[in-house]
């Protein structure tokens, strides 16, 4: 059974960067394509970007500038880093692997609340 | 870019048939895949649809999808709804630099 798990800081202050880890069991992400999704309370899903297995990123414009993406085959993690965050950027954040770049299997997400 | 636009919220009772859209504007809808997710509270997000119209094992039956060129949507259809199907949908798709565009989302009431 592919399970995926968030991990990281519930609360970052203003201005710093907003980082996440997924842990990904029961497959390997080889051969994936791995995905950031986050939900503002109250709002839609909005999709943050990907990266595959090899590394090649495909991000958001609107966030682009901000976001970096990684992957650690060797620890079956994927990780997002969002520089430079404000509240509009307080969320819960879904990590998700497809075979294609689309979410297939999702976590169950975390609350990260910006905030000093 | 274009945009996919749903209806807000749905209701129907248990055991009926509930239709949501997820109309396409700027392109046509079938120049790429549109996918469906299922968020409940307190359960994990699933793929109901990928592919327009496949299903994820695991997915009931009752779940399907389709597009209609002629409308420039897809739909989910939901047969012999359960109190269950109670969560909110987003339909997704792609531009044509692969980028991901989610609907706003339906809420649907059983």
């Known amino acids: 059974q592919v399970q995926l798990q968030e991990s990281g800081p519930g609360l970052v202050k203003p201005s710093e960067t907003l980082s996440l880890t997924c842990t990904v069991s029961?497959?390997?992400?080889?051969?994936?394509?791995l995905s950031w999704i986050r939900q503002p309370p109250e709002r839609g899903l909005e999709w943050i970007g990907y990266?595959?297995?090899?590394?090649?990123?495909n991000y958001n414009p609107s966030l682009k500038s901000r976001v970096t993406m990684s992957v650690d085959t060797s620890k079956n993690q994927f990780s997002l880093k969002l520089s430079s965050v404000t509240s509009a950027d307080t969320a819960v954040y879904y990590c998700?692997?497809?075979?294609?770049?689309?979410?297939?299997?999702w976590g169950q997400g975390t609350l990260v609340t910006v905030s000093s | 870019n274009f945009m996919l636009t749903q209806p807000h919220s749905v209701s129907e009772s248990p055991g009926k048939t509930v239709i949501i859209s997820c109309t396409r504007s700027g392109g046509s809808i079938a120049s790429n895949y549109v996918q469906w997710y299922q968020l409940r509270p307190g359960s994990l997000p699933t793929t109901v649809i990928y592919e327009d119209k496949q299903r994820p094992s695991g997915v009931p039956d009752r779940f399907s999808g389709s597009i209609d060129s002629s409308s420039n949507s897809a739909s989910l259809t939901i047969s012999g709804l359960k109190t269950e199907d109670e969560a909110d949908y987003y339909c997704q798709s792609f531009d044509t630099n692969n980028l991901l565009i989610f609907g706003g989302g339906t809420k649907l009431t059983v």
């Open positions: 998700t692997k497809g075979g294609a770049p689309r979410p297939g299997y």
């Open positions: 029961g497959d390997s992400i080889s051969n994936s394509y």
């Open positions: 990266i595959s297995d090899i590394g090649s990123t």
